[in-house]
């Protein structure tokens, strides 16, 4: 297998390591707001998170729909603290219709993956989903292997070069 095959690979799987994903948003005023929540994602990168109407990321993605998503792997299974493995992605936020086909079928995808607490989550009116879709993105796996994402095809790496940095 090639080297960019392996890290083909682990980048596939990566997103499957976390529950919850760090989300960046940013208010009327430009000031950014870093914040998590839990998520799902889809097939197609689409990733769907269920977030409350009190919070400051969901007034902010209501104002700006452009969201900054990060998955970063865990300080205590890291080998190098300035090398963590992580992948981030620009996204465009859209609210998801309450009780619409693509609700329920999202909240089931929460509820099989979180269980109880999204019976709970269902009975809060202000509660939302919304769906992040990414328009690029790049994955670092250390020092010196970075990649950036197709844009065309968010299953597909593409080598960083001086070209495309």
């Keep these: 297998m090639s080297k960019l ?4 690979s682990e980048y596939e799987k990566f997103p499957e390591e976390f529950s919850s994903i760090i989300i960046s948003t940013v208010d009327a005023k430009g000031i950014p707001n870093a914040s ?5 994602m889809d097939e197609s990168k689409n990733i769907y998170i269920y977030v409350s ?15 900054g998503v990060l998955f970063v792997e865990d300080e205590a299974k890291t080998t ?3 090398a963590r493995r992580r992948l981030s992605f620009d996204c465009t936020a859209s609210l998801i219709a309450r009780e619409s086909e ?27 989903i919304f769906q992040l879709t ?5 994955y670092v796996v250390g020092f010196g292997s970075i990649y950036n994402i197709d844009s065309n095809n968010l299953n597909q790496l ?8």
């Design 158 to 165: 593409l080598p960083i070069t001086k070209d495309n940095v």
């Design 102 to 128: 693509i609700w329920n079928q999202i909240v089931a995808r929460f509820q099989i993956r979180f269980g109880e607490i999204i019976e709970m989550l269902i009975s809060l009116p202000d509660f939302r």
């Design 36 to 40: 998590y929540t839990p998520f799902v």
């Design 53 to 67: 109407g009190l919070a400051t990321h969901t007034s902010n993605i209501q104002i700006n729909p452009q969201v």
């Design 80 to 82: 190098n603290i300035f």
């Design 134 to 138: 990414p328009y690029q993105g790049r």
């Design 5 to 8: 095959a392996e890290i083909q």
